[in-house]
C-alpha cells in the first residue's frame, strides 16, 4: 500500500493509523503547495481532487478522503479494536465523531490557514472552535479516549486537527480533560513514530 501525505496535514491522521495497524505501507511525500510527488510526477494525475490524503492499495484500488481511509485500514486489522464491528452501535459512534471532527472542527481550522481570509471571517471560526472543543472537553470526563479506554480512528483525527490549535494560537489550555487526552495520545508509540516519519517530532 502507499499513503501519499503532507507532513503535518489531516494525512497524519491515516499514517498513525497506519503504524498503529502494522500493516506494510510506503509513505509518499506529496506537496500539497506544489502538489508534485519528489520524483516531479504532477499529484494530479494520481489524485485528481489535489489534496491528501490517499491510499492507493495493493490491487492499485485508490481510496481518498481520511474518515473512509481510517475505518477500511481499521476493518482490515479487526483484533486491533481500532474501529468497533460493522452494524454495531459502537461502530456508528465512532463514525458520529469522525463526522464531527470533519465538519464541526477541520473545516473551521481551513480559512484560518489562508491568508487571503479577512481577520472578522477569522475571528468567527476561531469562537466556534473554541465552542466546539467545550464540548469535547466535556465529552472526555472521565474517559481515556473518546469511545472509553480503546483508541480508535476517531481518536487519531482528533489529535491530529487538535495539534493545528498550537500555529494558529488557539489557546485551549484550560480545557483539562482536552489536554490531558493530548498528552496521552502523543505518548502512543505508533503516533510518535508516524511524528517522527514526517519530521514533526
Known amino acids: 500500500m502507499k499513503l501519499y501525505y503532507s507532513p503535518g496535514a489531516c494525512s497524519l491522521s ?9 500493516l506494510p505501507f510506503e509513505a509518499v511525500l506529496a506537496s500539497t503547495k506544489t502538489h508534485k510527488l519528489q ?28 474518515p ?27 463514525m458520529e465523531w469522525l463526522n464531527f471532527v470533519t465538519a464541526e472542527i ?15 471571517a477569522k475571528a468567527i471560526n476561531r469562537e466556534k472552535l473554541l465552542g466546539r472543543y467545550a ?12 469511545m472509553g479506554d480503546d483508541f480508535t480512528v476517531a ?15 488557539l489557546d485551549i489550555s484550560s480545557r483539562a480533560n ?7 495520545v502523543a ?4 503516533v510518535r513514530r508516524a511524528l517522527e516519519a514526517e519530521g514533526l517530532a
Open 39 to 66: 520524483d516531479g510526477t504532477d499529484y494530479y494525475t494520481v489524485n485528481p481532487k489535489g489534496y491528501v490524503p490517499l491510499l492507493e492499495l495493493d490491487d492499485g484500488q485508490r481510496l481518498t478522503e481520511g
Open 187 to 190: 505518548q502512543r508509540p505508533a
Open 178 to 184: 482536552l489536554a490531558a487526552y493530548m498528552g496521552r
Open 106 to 120: 477541520h473545516k473551521q481550522f481551513s480559512p484560518l490557514f489562508n491568508p487571503a481570509y479577512p481577520e472578522e
Open 68 to 94: 473512509v481511509i481510517v475505518q477500511w485500514i481499521a476493518d482490515q486489522v479487526p483484533a486491533k479494536k481500532l474501529a468497533p464491528p460493522a452494524g454495531t452501535m459502537a461502530r456508528y459512534r465512532v
Open 135 to 146: 464540548w469535547v472537553d466535556g465529552q472526555l470526563a472521565g474517559r481515556q479516549y473518546l
Open 155 to 169: 481518536d487519531a483525527y482528533l489529535f491530529v486537527v487538535t495539534r493545528w490549535t498550537v500555529p494558529m494560537k
Open 14 to 22: 491515516p499514517h498513525i493509523v497506519l503504524h498503529e495497524s502494522g
